[in-house]
């Protein structure tokens, strides 16, 4: 996962920057209903580990990638099941062929490639490219709040954007050891 495109960054910085950006993700209305409600702390903690373990300059262990992502991704996307709804998205995935513009429904569900098991926590909430961009607003507004030099946000910003295709589930999975564990299919 090291590659050429992630950049090195210090632990205290990586602190720093999860704090900052977190807090104002939580804040916007325009993506904070896909987060739970779970104290920030449950939630950073795992992105730092994460983070610190990719932008440390050392090669990661995909499967160990793959554990600290899953870490993430429960904690900051699973829901409990506490409070059972009425609805679920079955009840509403005939809104899916306005989307995709497929009127006659065929029986064919998208396909999206889970980057850990716990990525589908996120992408059972189905988001989409703009939610994307506003994550990349908020990181571009965090990196100016905390006086990042140009140089280091703007990779930063490199790598977040090429983020994109795999957390939206349209990338390849970090680790598979061919148990199917990656592959996910919307409404069921």
Do not use: W
Request: net charge negative.
């Amino acid at each position: 996962m090291n590659d050429k495109l992630t950049p090195t960054i210090d632990e205290n910085l990586v602190s720093k920057l999860v704090d900052v950006f977190y807090a104002s993700m939580l804040d916007d209305y325009r993506i904070n209903r896909y987060f739970y409600s779970r104290p920030i702390d449950d939630q950073t903690n795992p992105l730092k580990r994460l983070l610190n373990a990719m932008f440390a300059g050392n090669p990661v262990e995909p499967k160990k990638l793959s554990e600290l992502a899953d870490d993430f991704f429960a904690a900051a996307f699973a829901r409990g099941n506490a409070k059972p709804s009425l609805v679920n998205n079955r009840d509403f995935a005939f809104l899916e062929m306005f989307v995709t513009g497929d009127i006659v429904g065929s029986d064919e569900k998208p396909h999206l490639t889970l980057l850990c098991p716990g990525h589908s926590h996120l992408l059972r909430l189905q988001p989409i490219d703009d939610n994307y961009d506003v994550v990349l607003e908020i990181l571009q507004n965090s990196l100016k709040q905390l006086n990042i030099p140009q140089d280091t946000a703007a990779e930063i910003m490199a790598f977040a954007a090429s983020g994109r295709d795999g957390i939206l589930g349209r990338g390849l999975a970090i680790y598979d050891d061919g148990d199917k564990s990656i592959e996910f299919r919307t409404h069921g």
